[in-house]
């Protein structure tokens, strides 16, 4: 029986923030005599983080952000019953500090095209028949019945659809090359194990909206011949685990699994593998001996894997986003993907906020999206109205692009022109306050632990150069380090066997390439210009800022502040560890770092 | 078939072959540190970077892994390969500073120093993967695998603990290029010691060896070892001998087959065996590497063995003194009465070529210089005016010093006192023996042994080569100690013996046969069971015994046992005999 | 008669393979023995038939001596387990009638044992001194006459 409900809340990111906020929603819907006209619903990953919980009143499109149990009273009072907005709960514009109340209002949002995401917090994820109602599987029954292989690899070519694992592959081109592989058995698979460590779009969209990635893998088995598929999620990756696994039953139950698939007569299962997670246990070999229950280790790749694969035999790996997208460009037709984007990387990319910036979370937006636009428009720009440093990209195998860059279009080509790479989109943003040579110092350190240790040049080259970038962070650089990085990254990049050891020298590269007076500043001053390397650096107290009132003298855990009450302080060098407590607990600005 | 460039150079390659393949068979030369022709390629050590240039698109990528492609273009020593390699042998010097094949290479480079600090300098593994590959691939044990990802990688058996899987062959330590593996023989398997050292399983015994062809040690064979351990589970392991052998001559599946042979002459030419002299615990043989016998001296001698011929102690050093012991197990009633007739001659070769290729001092403790031959006598003669000090008496013992010297005491009889000398090397000429399966060929064809165990010859002066039975002749050292000249003396008469007897074509039995008078035979059938030879068969249809006249040899016992008198014994009647006790009581008239 | 001077007629059936041969080379070596056997080559012990045994004795015969090969190194196998087994069965005749079980001796001299065959030769002359003669010894003396 169809119920007919006024309204919906559809509630996001709970996660350890409010774990009781939907009890208590529910809790109070029911005490108000709501219960028949308001369903509260859990939705998947927005992918505003740093405004979580958040939760969106349908049909209004009203939109509420860092939702605690304690509004749900007042919440459901004057929106639900008087159908008022709560102001102090909305989304609040950085620059004019005015309410923005309505969903498709605020820039985060406005400014996406979610093409990925499109389902991504509003629906229930675990509910098939949600998927199924906002137009899911439709596309895979148009291309199972009306469509042959070759016609939908003609449409993802025209489409111009790249894979968005990281290596920009034309997914129309691999699909092809796996239908023309030759054997009988060829295997599908998918990429779950999302590596970079500021990046979550992977997991928000296999916890958000599984079935689209599902869909497209059944058309990609369809595409290429295969009636056995494979979806490799980390086993501590719980919530994507539980998420796809609950789909694919669903699916099964539906016969969008298993024989016959929609009466096509087409017949294909596909079934989890767990593994453990690594950074290069999403690097396709690694991935694939993985799966067939070896160890996480690449091997080379002069056979590419779509000849020869699991087993031996053809397979087709690809990441949850690429297969996602799959769908909708069934439905909506290449030319309406290839109308996205620029000229050579066509459609949107998701790309993950972190680092110093406003709107920490995910943003899909077309590809060529300007730095500036992406950091200032969708990314609500830097906090604190610190200056923009660096836009670093790519993960831990990406590069740094300086403010000089800002007006570049970001696309595949022109960001790896540029020195770094789109990878799978994860981006950090860098203030002044941050120090370039030592973030590329942290990238080298997760890579050193990441590598599997199979080549030469990965693993002894990442720790030798990490050797470098520390003694340059601790001010014990030379000169001569500059060149010996530069030769020692470029012939790692040459000769490692595989995409972790080829682009793990990025961040140094990169960094020396747009920020070398960085490099020097430690090297021949012995100075950190961003204020982060320790052995660099200094605290002390702006004597004009300071008005004595002591909150730093009694923080400090090495007791190296002294001063009287409503006297200037002073800060010991000797003493201080740089720890920044100072620098963090000062209302007045005035501890400085020089 | 495919054409590609190889530094400019037109060449060929088969289907599926690698670049290093094709290179190196093309006299190009590309380091490698992880590859191995028996193994599947790793491409773990990146040295055989080599630039592949297709589709006008060129990159660095490792030629033991990157398959022979048609029209593909190579460089094998362009300025960025050089690069790349000298870049990658700094990081394997970095890593293990003390290695010397690392060292080597590095410095092919121009690098001399580890361009970076080392975390471990005495590490010597550099995680090419021959070891865990080798264990897997070709042993099949199972043993060593990776452990902990990048510069924590290392390789060992699980949890690095000693598991009762490795079954001690060695093929890690062996295929391992920088030495990291050791074996340690003592808690190895099975490890054979062959005469001064060890050897792989397989192995051709000596350069002068006939047949001169290599031969397959079971018991330390890692394919025939897996096949027992694993009660064939796992019957294909190594193997890589037949691999290599271009002559296809290896066949693992031999059998032995037994092959029936109707002959009427045998020669026995088992020849003989060393005694082992660690029976004589005074000798202390086994308790140093320097004591040796006289065979394991030829062996060290000779110049296809492994100092190829130099004379050289355990530890690779030239000996200073030498002695030699006479008589070790002959002429010893604790061991063989006998004396092994070859030694003195052979201990004095032994002394002149210690002395010709070391200039050591060599000392001779013997009993009696048997110079018993042509020129023999004055050999002796020659060997003592080289330099050779003789002391007529026994060496009755060798005692190993701490500091591994060897002191060899005995009585000089010239002297009449007890001496001593403390020498590097001490030669212990041993008694030769009968084979340990002398009796079952004794059982065989029917011999007999003298009382110093070699076969029994027909008669000692007259008969040397023949034995009681007729047919079988003895030939060599089988019938007793004997040098080379004498065994060929003795083999020319055993064979043409053998011949002259072939050649009659038709023999003349001896007459001396039992027969069965039909008439009295009582067909008690007494005699039939008692024949060793089966010669007597019941014939049905008379209800008789008969004898076949070719098979009887005569013995008599049928005759003895028949109840009713009913076989005679040609020539050895029953009248005949009672005649000569007759005639040897008869009163002369 | 006084034993001194009594000189044993001793009668050896010595099988031609390992006894005769070993006979022969003691002689060919010049090793010393009594001259008190007479030597009757068979070919093996087995050949030995009760009777002649018998028959030597009756004869005036003071001790026979069967000498063949080692059990086990009999050159026809096992003929001279048969001679065992005769001579096992003939000794209590022997006592039975008055000659003695110690007049018959069985030995095995290989034909590698020279030594031994004037050894036992030596031994049993001895014994047969010690006993005396045969009892059909002094009947024969008496009678001066052999009959076939």
């Known amino acids: 029986m169809a119920e007919r409900y006024r309204a919906d809340i559809l509630v996001s990111c709970l996660h350890d923030r409010a774990p009781d906020l939907i009890p208590n929603l529910k809790a109070e819907v029911i005490r108000r005599g709501l219960k028949d006209e ?236 767990l593994g453990a997670h690594s950074f290069v246990g999403g690097e396709s070999t690694a991935l694939m001996h993985a799966v067939e229950g070896k160890v996480s280790e690449p091997r080379p790749k002069h056979i590419h894997t779509t000849e020869v694969g699991i087993w031996g035999r053809p397979s087709c790996l690809n990441n949850v986003k690429t297969l996602s997208i799959v769908p909708e460009i069934i439905s909506r037709g290449a030319d309406w993907f290839g109308g996205i984007g620029t000229e050579t990387s066509k459609g949107t990319q998701v790309f993950s906020l972190a680092g110093k910036i406003n709107n920490v979370g995910l943003a899909e937006v077309p590809m060529g ?73 942290y990238f080298l350190d997760f890579l050193r632990d990441e590598s599997c240790g199979k080549c030469t040049s990965c693993r002894e080259g990442i720790r030798c150069m990490l050797e470098i970038l520390t003694r340059i962070t601790e001010g014990r650089g030379e000169v001569a380090d500059l060149d010996t990085l530069e030769t020692l990254g470029h012939v790692v990049k040459s000769v490692s066997l595989c995409g972790l050891g080829k682009t793990a020298p990025n961040p140094v590269l990169s960094t020396l390439r747009y920020f070398r007076d960085e490099y020097m500043a430690h090297i021949e001053d012995k100075k950190c210009p961003g204020g982060v390397c320790k052995a660099l650096i200094e605290y002390y107290i702006i004597e004009d800022l300071c008005n004595g009132c002591g909150a730093c003298r009694r923080k400090c855990p090495e007791a190296a502040i002294s001063g009287e009450k409503k006297e200037v302080h002073v800060i010991d060098p000797a003493l201080c560890i740089k720890c920044g407590i100072c620098f963090d607990v000062c209302k007045f600005d005035a501890v400085g770092v020089r | 078939m495919a054409t590609l460039i190889i530094d400019g150079q037109e060449v060929h390659a088969e289907e599926g072959q690698t670049i290093l393949e094709v290179a190196r068979a ?89 361009p970076f600090p080392a975390e471990d300098p005495e590490e010597k593994c550099i995680l090419c993967g021959l070891c865990v590959r080798t264990c897997h691939e070709l042993v099949k044990a199972d043993v060593l695998n990776f452990s902990q990802a990048g510069v924590e990688r290392r390789v060992g058996p699980p949890f690095l603990e000693k598991t009762r899987q490795c079954i001690g062959c060695g093929a890690c330590t062996i295929v391992c290029p920088t030495g990291a593996i050791e074996i340690v023989l003592q808690q190895a398997g099975i490890y054979k010691e062959k005469p001064l050292g060890p050897t792989a399983a397989i192995w051709v015994p000596s350069l002068q060896a006939v047949p001169n062809v290599p031969v397959i040690d079971i018991d330390a064979c890692i394919r025939f070892r897996q096949n027992d351990r694993t009660e064939g589970e796992i019957a294909d392991a190594c193997g890589v001998c037949q691999m290599v052998c271009e002559a296809g001559a290896i066949n693992f599946d031999q059998q032995d087959e ?180 002398a009796n079952q060929v004794a059982a065989l064809f029917g011999l007999s042994r003298s009382e110093d165990g070699f076969f029994a010859e027909a008669h000692p002066k007259m008969r040397p080569v023949e034995t009681n039975t007729g047919g079988v002749f003895l030939a060599g050292t089988a019938q007793g100690p004997r040098d080379v000249p004498d065994t060929v003396a003795h083999a020319g008469a055993a064979a043409s013996m053998a011949l002259a007897l072939m050649d009659q074509g038709e023999v003349t039995i001896s007459p001396a046969v039992a027969v069965v008078d039909e008439e009295l035979c009582s067909a008690c059938k007494t005699c039939i069971s008692l024949c060793p030879y089966t010669a007597i068969s019941f014939i049905e249809e008379d209800n008789v015994a008969r004898v076949n006249e070719a098979l009887c040899k005569g013995c008599g016992t049928c005759v003895a046992a028949c109840p009713a008198g009913a076989i005679m014994a040609r020539h050895f009647t029953d009248l005949q005999i009672l005649a000569q006790i007759e005639g040897l009581f008869r009163v002369p008239a | 008669m006084s034993n001194n001077s009594f000189e044993p007629r001793i009668v050896a059936f010595m099988c031609n393979w390992c006894t005769y041969t070993a006979a022969d080379t003691a002689g060919v070596s010049r090793m010393q023995q009594p001259p008190n056997v007479d030597i009757i080559r068979v070919m093996c012990t087995g050949r030995v038939d009760p009777t002649f045994i018998l028959k030597a004795l009756a004869l005036g015969a003071d001790g026979v001596l069967i000498s063949g090969c080692h059990p086990g190194q009999c050159h026809y196998e096992k003929g001279n387990l048969n001679a065992r087994r005769r001579v096992t069965a003939l000794k209590p005749f022997l006592d039975a009638v008055g000659i003695g079980q110690d007049r018959l001796r069985l030995e095995w001299i290989a034909a590698s044992e020279a030594p031994k065959v004037t050894e036992v030769i030596a031994e049993f002359t001895d014994t047969i001194k010690r006993l005396g003669p045969s009892p059909f010894r002094r009947r024969l003396e008496d009678t001066k006459e052999t009959k076939r």
């Open chain 1, 38 to 273: 308001v369903r509260v619903i859990e939705a998947g990953c927005r992918g505003f983080c740093s405004m979580g919980p958040v939760l969106l009143v349908e049909p209004n499109g009203i939109f509420y952000i860092g939702v605690q149990p304690a509004d749900v009273p007042e919440l459901v009072e004057e929106t639900l019953v008087k159908g008022r907005v709560v102001e102090r709960l909305t989304y609040e514009e950085p620059t004019t500090h005015a309410s923005i109340a309505y969903y498709e209002d605020i820039p985060f949002y406005s400014k996406q095209e979610r093409i990925v995401l499109r389902h991504c917090g509003l629906i229930n994820p675990q509910s098939i028949d949600e998927y199924i109602a906002v137009g899911g599987y439709q596309a895979l029954g148009k291309a199972l019945i009306s469509m042959t292989p070759e016609e939908i690899i003609d449409e993802l070519k025209r489409s111009g659809l790249r894979g968005r694992g990281g290596a920009g592959f034309p997914t129309g081109r691999k699909w092809e090359a796996g239908r023309k592989a030759e054997g009988e058995t060829k295997y599908v698979l998918v990429n779950g194990d999302e590596g970079d460590p500021n990046c979550f779009m992977d997991r928000a969209l296999m916890e958000a909206d599984p079935h689209s990635i599902l869909e497209g893998l059944i058309i990609g088995a369809y595409v290429v011949g295969a009636h056995q598929g494979y979806i490799y999620i980390p086993y501590e990756h719980s919530g994507s685990v539980k998420s796809m696994r609950t789909a694919l039953e669903q699916a099964r139950d539906y016969g969008l699994l298993g024989a016959d698939i929609l009466g096509s007569g087409f017949e294909f299962d596909a079934e989890l593998r």
């Open chain 1, 369 to 441: 999206i300007t730095i500036r636009e992406l950091v200032f428009d969708v990314g609500g720009g830097i906090p604190k109205g610190r200056e923009f440093k660096a836009l670093q990209i790519g993960g831990p195998s990406g590069g740094f692009l300086p403010a000089s860059l800002l007006d570049m279009p970001m696309d595949y080509e022109t960001l790896a022109d540029a020195g770094s790479m789109m990878g799978t989109g994860g981006v950090v943003i860098l203030d002044d306050r941050t120090c370039v040579v030592d973030t590329a110092r």
């Open chain 2, 26 to 114: 093309n006299g190009f030369e590309i380091p490698t540190l992880c590859y191995h022709p028996q193994l599947e390629p790793y491409g773990a050590c990146r040295l055989c970077i080599v630039e592949v240039i297709r589709s006008g698109r060129s990159r660095l990528e490792t030629s033991c892994t990157h398959p022979a492609w048609d029209g593909l273009e190579v460089k094998t020593r362009s300025p960025a390969v050089i690069e790349a390699r000298r870049v990658i042998l700094g990081l394997l010097l970095s890593r293990c500073p003390n290695v010397p094949v690392i060292q080597e290479l590095a410095l092919e480079y121009g690098i001399t120093e580890p």
């Open chain 2, 258 to 437: 037994v092959v029936e042979l109707a002959v009427g002459t045998v020669i026995v030419a088992t020849g003989f065996q060393m005694w082992d002299p660690a029976q004589l615990s005074q000798y202390s043989y086994g308790k140093s590497p320097n004591i040796i016998t006289g065979m394991e001296f030829e062996h060290l001698s000779n110049a296809g063995g492994i100092t190829s011929g130099e004379i050289l102690l355990a530890d690779g050093r030239m000996p200073e003194r030498v002695a030699i012991i006479h008589c070790v197990g002959s002429r010893d009633h604790n061991a063989h009465k006998y004396c092994s007739r070859i030694c003195c001659m052979y201990s004095l070769k032994q002394a002149h070529l210690v002395r010709d290729k070391t200039g050591a001092d060599v000392y001779e403790f013997y009993m009696d210089m048997r110079a018993f031959g042509k020129g023999y006598e004055e050999f002796y003669e020659r060997v003592q005016e080289e330099g050779v000090a003789m002391i007529r008496g026994r060496g009755a013992e060798v005692e190993v010093l701490p500091d591994g010297k060897l002191r060899v005491k005995g009585e000089d009889a010239n002297l009449g006192r007890l001496v001593y000398v403390d020498v590097d090397m001490v030669v212990l000429s041993t008694a030769i023996e009968a084979p340990h399966d």
